[in-house]
C-alpha cells in the first residue's frame, strides 16, 4: 500500500501548505515524513469508524491458544483476525464482546463479519526474524500463537483467499505489509477531510480552521454510517405474522 499523494495534496492545500513535490517523495525529507505518518494514521483510525461497506470480509474465526481469564458469560474465545479493523456482526447477529483482539461469545463454530484494512500475513521467517532451516518458510500465521491447537493456528502454505496477496510488495511500497480494498469513495473523502483537520492543527495557526475540517469530515462520515445502515436494513427479514407461523396465511 502506497500513500496516496493525491488525497495528502488536497489536504495540505485545504490547509493553506505547500503540497508534495517528487523531489519531497524522493529525498523523503521531513514534510515527506510527516504527510506519511498522518496518513497512515488517519487511514486505520477511519477503517475503525464506520462499518464501511467496500472493505467488508466474512471468515470463520479460530479459537485463541492464547491463555485467557475466563469469564462465565463467554463460552467461547476467538482470535481476531489479523486484518480486521472493526468488528460488525457474528452470524445470526449473536452477541459478542472485544477485548485485547479476542473476540468473546458463546457461539461455536463463529463467523465473523469485519471491516478490513488490508493487512496481508507475511511470511514466518519475517514474522519471526529468521527460523530453523528445518522449517518451511512457506508456512504462515493465522492468528495466535503456533503449536496451541495443531493445524489451526499454524499451517504449511497459505490460505486460497488470500494467496494473490502474498506475493512480493513492490520495492517502492510505503507500507507492504498491506493491499488497497476497494473501499468505496466516501471512505476516502473522509480521510480526506479527517487528515485535512489534522493538518490544520498541526501545521497551521487558524483553529477556526481545524474545526470547519473537522465538522465536514464528521457530516461526511455520517452519511457512511447512514449508508451502512441502509445496506444492513435492506438485508433484514421482516417478522411473520403469528397467523403465518401458524400455517393460517396473512390475515382472515
Known amino acids: 500500500m502506497n500513500m496516496n499523494t493525491e488525497i495528502v495534496n488536497r489536504a495540505l492545500l ?17 514534510s515527506y515524513e510527516l504527510c506519511r505518518a498522518f496518513y497512515i494514521a488517519t487511514f486505520l483510525e477511519a477503517l475503525s469508524e464506520v462499518e464501511w461497506v467496500g472493505g467488508r470480509k466474512r471468515v470463520k474465526l479460530v479459537l485463541t491458544g492464547r491463555p485467557v481469564i475466563k469469564d462465565s458469560r463467554y ?5 481476531m483476525p489479523y486484518d480486521c479493523a472493526k468488528p460488525i456482526e457474528l452470524q445470526d447477529n449473536e452477541f459478542f464482546l472485544t477485548e ?4 468473546l461469545a458463546d457461539v461455536e463454530d463463529a463467523q465473523l463479519l469485519y471491516v478490513s ?34 493445524d489451526v ?8 483467499d488470500i494467496e494473490d496477496e502474498l506475493s512480493d510488495p513492490e520495492p517502492d ?29 498541526k501545521l497551521s495557526d487558524q483553529p477556526g480552521l481545524h474545526t470547519q475540517l473537522l465538522q465536514e469530515a464528521l ?14 436494513s435492506a438485508k433484514l427479514k421482516e417478522s411473520p405474522w403469528w397467523s403465518e407461523r401458524l400455517g393460517l396465511g396473512r390475515g382472515v
Do not use: C, H, W
Open 219 to 232: 457530516l461526511v462520515k455520517q452519511e457512511a454510517v447512514d449508508a451502512s445502515r441502509s445496506s444492513k
Open 75 to 79: 463460552l467461547f474465545a476467538y482470535d
Open 173 to 201: 511500497s510505503d507500507y507492504p505489509d498491506y493491499v488497497a480494498l476497494d473501499y468505496e469513495s466516501k471512505f476516502y473523502e473522509y480521510v480526506e477531510k479527517k487528515l485535512a483537520a489534522k493538518f490544520a492543527m
Open 100 to 103: 485485547d483482539r479476542l473476540i
Open 117 to 150: 484494512n488490508g493487512k496481508v500475513l507475511r511470511n514466518i521467517a519475517m514474522a519471526s526474524g529468521g527460523l530453523p532451516d528445518d522449517i518451511p518458510e512457506i508456512e504462515y500465521f493465522s492468528a495466535g500463537p503456533p503449536g496451541t491447537e495443531p
Open 153 to 160: 493456528t499454524l499451517y504449511p502454505g497459505a490460505p486460497e
Open 14 to 30: 485545504a490547509t493553506g501548505q505547500n503540497s508534495l513535490t517528487n523531489d519531497d517523495i524522493k529525498a523523503a525529507n521531513a
